[in-house]
């Protein structure tokens, strides 16, 4: 090993990071002819074509027709894998039949209701036969059927609800504000529409979609989501602490060249103070683990940024927060400092480099860092699952999906439009630049263990 200072810490630490691997980068994208070599992954096919079609564009010229042609026959494939009976997209599915059924539109409207319909007759019942107010009544049919109308509801049996509420229309007994509110739950529709959605769950369709939207996963809030979320925030804290490790190991060296145990720290879980995050929407204002270096009169410096990644398929809808939340602070003002709350306590930061971090992609490898221990995969995923499900949602592919499944001629020319779509609308911008997202991020992407090794076998 070289001498230690040989070259400032600094220094150093940029020949880490220039040379440290990035394993998870993307290929080169291959040539027009050749993306649609690979007959395994359609819609990585489809984001190669996609991502020429964009760099055309941003050179200025229109692209080819045979690109075009690529893109429909791509396209087309995505949707026909989507659709097949067996082997297909239970999401595209669900949307073909709620297209297809009355019976299911209903019924997905009627679910959009349901849970104020429920407050509200819940609300109303409890008025009339809440069970302390009951035990006020004296033993009688009028109390025997009001208990009745209070279980059903509360077990949700909606059809019982309405009968027990129709023999209480001719109930006799009854004072003043029991009478009005079982005639506001007759006349105001709420019961009618719980009764229809019970009714609807019968329907063969409306089965055949539910099964779908079972199929896409557990529902939100059931104990199966909760356990899928729980091992989920487990994984991420397990990532997040091999990375503070790793930036730790990075720190140590760094440490070791300047001769001086404290003059680079590592901090977790680090907050964007109110005063650069206010006004800010979208931005990044939580940092998983930052490199610090002590400056002058007890400030500090930001030298690393780093966001753990439990998968590198993250990272490209985590991108653009990212550079936003590096533009949030470097509009700080130079002349001030700002206070920074972390796991490890407070740090005063200055204003003045805050303002020198970079805000555009290429400087940034230089500060900020993806990582994670995942393993590097041999064909990542290019079309990311939101931007496959704004292709296939789209009017034009929906009425293309439905064709096919209803055995009708489809054709291309449909898709047509979506090309157009793709090229020039603002609202597809997204989806066109989502591959050059996806190659940006990952280039900011290091696995834990190069970092470390990285750090550690570094010369100053």
């Known amino acids: ?37 690979d007959p395994q992954n359609g819609a990585n096919r489809l984001a190669f074509i996609i991502e020429h079609a964009r760099r ?40 073909i039949l709620r297209q297809q059924s009355e019976a299911v539109r209903e019924y997905v409207g009627l679910m959009t209701q349901q849970p104020q319909d429920v407050r509200r007759v819940s609300n109303v019942v409890n008025g009339v036969a809440h069970p302390a107010k009951l035990e006020r009544l004296p033993a009688s049919e009028l109390r025997k059927q009001l208990a009745q109308l209070q279980a059903h509801v509360a077990a949700a049996r909606w059809d019982d609800a309405a009968r027990v509420l129709q023999a209480l229309s001719n109930a006799g007994g009854m004072n003043r504000t029991v009478v009005s509110g079982l005639a506001r739950l007759r006349e105001e529709g709420t019961l009618q529409r719980l009764q229809r959605l019970e009714a609807l769950r019968r329907n063969d369709d409306v089965r055949q979609y539910q099964a779908l939207l079972d199929r896409q996963g557990p529902p939100a809030n059931s104990h199966e989501a909760a356990q899928n979320g729980a091992a989920g925030r487990e994984r991420g804290m397990s990532v997040e602490g091999l990375s503070r490790a790793s930036l730790q190991a990075l720190a140590d060296r760094l440490n070791e060249a300047e001769g001086n145990d404290t003059a680079y720290r590592v901090v977790t879980s680090m907050y964007v103070p109110a005063a650069l995050a206010a006004n800010q929407e979208g931005g990044k204002t939580e940092w998983d683990a930052v490199l610090l270096r002590q400056a002058a009169d007890d400030t500090w410096d930001i030298r690393v940024l780093v966001e753990a990644k439990a998968s590198p398929d993250s990272v490209a809808t985590d991108f653009p927060r990212l550079l936003r939340g590096l533009g949030m602070l470097a509009r700080a003002d130079s002349a001030q400092t700002y206070t920074f709350k972390a796991r490890e306590g407070s740090f005063t930061l200055r204003g003045s480099t805050l303002r020198a971090l970079p805000t555009d992609v290429e400087a940034a490898a230089a500060t900020v860092l993806y990582s994670s221990d995942a393993p590097a995969e041999a ?41 157009q779509q793709l ?14 997202t996806i190659s940006q991020a990952r280039a900011l992407m290091v696995h834990v263990d190069d970092l470390k090794a990285a750090a550690t076998a570094a010369t100053a």
Not at 59 to 73: V, W, Y
Not at 74 to 81: H, Q, T
């Open 1 to 37: 090993m070289r001498p230690l200072h040989a070259c400032s810490s600094e220094a150093l630490l940029a020949t880490i990071l220039r040379d440290v691997p990035r394993r998870y980068r993307l290929p080169e994208l291959p040539a027009i002819d050749e993306c649609t070599a």
């Open 56 to 95: 055309a564009g941003a050179a200025g010229r229109e692209p080819d027709a045979r690109l075009k042609q690529q893109f429909l026959h791509e396209l087309d494939a995505l949707v026909r894998s989507a659709v097949h009976a067996q082997e297909g997209d239970p999401v595209v599915q669900a949307m």
């Open 379 to 419: 064909s990542p995923r290019l079309l990311s699952a939101a931007a496959r499900m704004q292709l296939l949602s789209s009017p034009e592919v929906l009425a293309h999906a439905i064709a096919i499944a209803e055995g009708r001629p489809a054709r291309m020319q449909r898709l047509e439009s979506v090309w």
């Open 423 to 436: 090229l020039h609308a603002p609202r597809w911008r997204p989806l066109l630049n989502q591959y050059h």
